[in-house]
């Protein structure tokens, strides 16, 4: 569907793209289903606590070296802005800066305000915001209080624009209006694109890169740098003057499927800057495809297809002997959709067989209105994976490892190797996002594989000694029992 930049909320990813976090089949059932538009969410009886999508709009904004960030909510509301405030100093010490606390102020809404409403108090806060932080542009952040009792935020900000001479944002991000928490990754891009994001007066040779934290940025500025490119790392770590020339660039390009879509297929629908639609540069299929979309949008394919070339000779050699000491292992992954996809692939390229594949949620569609290139991409494989979407329940996932014992878990997301760990089983923790990128990430990868399965000491002693919280009633269980008949 196109993108509404009239709007100050974006649809969540239930609505606008029919997104499921309930599922278990097979891959190729997944993606068929989504292509003729009969897949179904199914709902789970019981369900944990899953992540919030307030968390991953914060986390994109605060970021934003000079931006502040007003959350206008109950301080609990805040809390994310801890670990935040942890992943923002890691990038600023990866970068060589001065470490500096995010710009983040929190409204403390409570029991009154509920009745009585808090727009003075959001107002006061963005005040104070300016006040102390002197920022290039603030952002509003809602919770689930402020929109239940319906706060008017745009009012506040019509109001306060003639007083603060920067450019005020609402970003519309409250956890109970979706179960995908990637609807606050499109919360916080819809905020940049209408607040920040102006006409192009030129265009330039930078290539808009969607990513996390962007610890590979000189391995990508030197692969783009042969092509006269230059990267522009996006949201965080950039600035507000940057974000207002997004629509100047040659292409956009995303590590991450489930981030890029919505900010990238809005600058190519709203000012015609192109965005690569291909696999993930996660391993050799991942980054081939990814530079082949890139060489065709700039008209370099043959020099690209010789860098391809150069480089897979290049790796050849440890690739090989990577596969040989990894063949025969079996290995569970479980991930957000994109991730999970992507690094599937990258396992089996590395010789390792994926008896199960487990994503946070699942879009059938992009906002391009296709099937994501990694399902596509797996679908259409000889194997026929089996997978199942759980918005990261642990207690699915626990049932599901004890039952194939893998001799490998990968995920990413806090919280959920330790309880594969505890079972006895080897576990690595995607925490960057260029972990597997491109060439050397691979062979790098795969090493770090090799010496997960050759020590597996952690692993053994931390199954001897620990009691789980489940009981052998529930391991012996269906993984999937508590998953409901798909909604209708």
Not at 229 to 253: C, G, K, M, N, R
Request: proline share 4%; hydrophobic share 40%.
């Amino acid at each position: 569907m196109a993108i509404n930049l009239n709007h100050s909320e974006v649809p969540t990813r239930e609505n606008r793209l029919g997104s499921i976090t309930g599922y278990q089949g097979t891959i190729r059932d997944l993606v068929e289903q989504a292509a003729c538009g009969s897949l179904r969410n199914k709902e789970r009886c019981f369900s944990q606590a899953s992540a919030c999508s307030s968390g991953c709009a914060q986390g994109q904004l605060s970021r934003i070296v000079d931006a502040a960030v007003v959350n206008h909510g109950p301080v609990g509301c805040a809390a994310d802005t801890v670990a935040g405030n942890t992943v923002n100093k890691w990038g600023q010490h990866i970068r060589g800066w001065e470490h500096k606390n995010i710009q983040l102020i929190n409204t403390n809404m409570v029991e009154e305000d509920t009745v009585f409403g808090a727009v003075n108090k959001l107002r006061e806060a963005v005040q104070e915001a300016y006040k102390r932080f002197n920022p290039k542009a603030i952002f509003i952040t809602t919770s689930c209080v402020s929109g239940i009792i319906g706060e008017d935020i745009q009012s506040v900000i019509e109001e306060l624009q003639d007083e603060i001479p920067v450019p005020i944002g609402s970003v519309h991000c409250e956890g109970f209006r979706s179960k995908i928490w990637a609807t606050g990754f499109d919360a916080a891009f819809h905020a940049v694109l209408t607040t920040l994001v102006k006409p192009p007066e030129k265009k330039s040779n930078t290539v808009n890169v969607i990513n996390f934290n962007g610890s590979a940025r000189k391995q990508i500025a030197e692969m783009l740098a042969p092509f006269g490119l230059e990267p522009v790392f996006l949201l965080p770590y950039s600035s507000v003057e940057q974000l207002t020339h997004l629509s100047e660039a040659v292409a956009t390009i995303s590590i991450c499927g489930t981030l890029g879509s919505y900010i990238g297929n809005a600058l190519e629908q709203q000012y015609g800057v192109p965005y690569v639609k291909t696999l993930q540069p996660h391993g050799l299929a991942g980054m081939n495809s990814w530079l082949r979309g890139l060489g065709a949008v700039i008209g370099k394919e043959a020099e690209v297809e010789e860098y391809i070339r150069l480089q897979e000779e290049r790796i050849a050699p440890e690739l090989a002997e990577i596969r040989s000491r990894l063949k025969g292992c079996k290995a569970v992954v479980g991930m957000g959709p994109s991730f999970g996809q992507n690094y599937i692939r990258t396992l089996r390229e590395l010789g390792i067989e994926v008896i199960w594949g487990s994503t946070w949620h699942f879009d059938p569609q992009h906002d391009n209105g296709s099937c994501p290139a990694s399902a596509q991409y797996l679908a259409a494989g000889e194997d026929n994976i089996p997978v199942s979407v759980a918005d990261q329940q642990n207690f699915e996932i626990i049932n599901l490892l004890n039952r194939l014992k893998p001799d490998l878990y990968v995920a990413r997301h806090g919280g959920t190797t330790v309880w594969a760990t505890k079972l006895g089983i080897p576990s690595i923790m995607i925490n960057d996002e260029y972990t597997a990128y491109g060439y050397q990430g691979l062979i790098d990868f795969g090493y770090r594989i090799v010496d997960a399965l050759t020590n597996r000491s952690l692993a053994k002693n931390l199954a001897a000694r620990v009691k789980l919280p489940y009981t052998d009633w529930w391991l012996q269980q269906d993984s999937f029992s508590l998953l409901q008949e798909a909604a209708r």
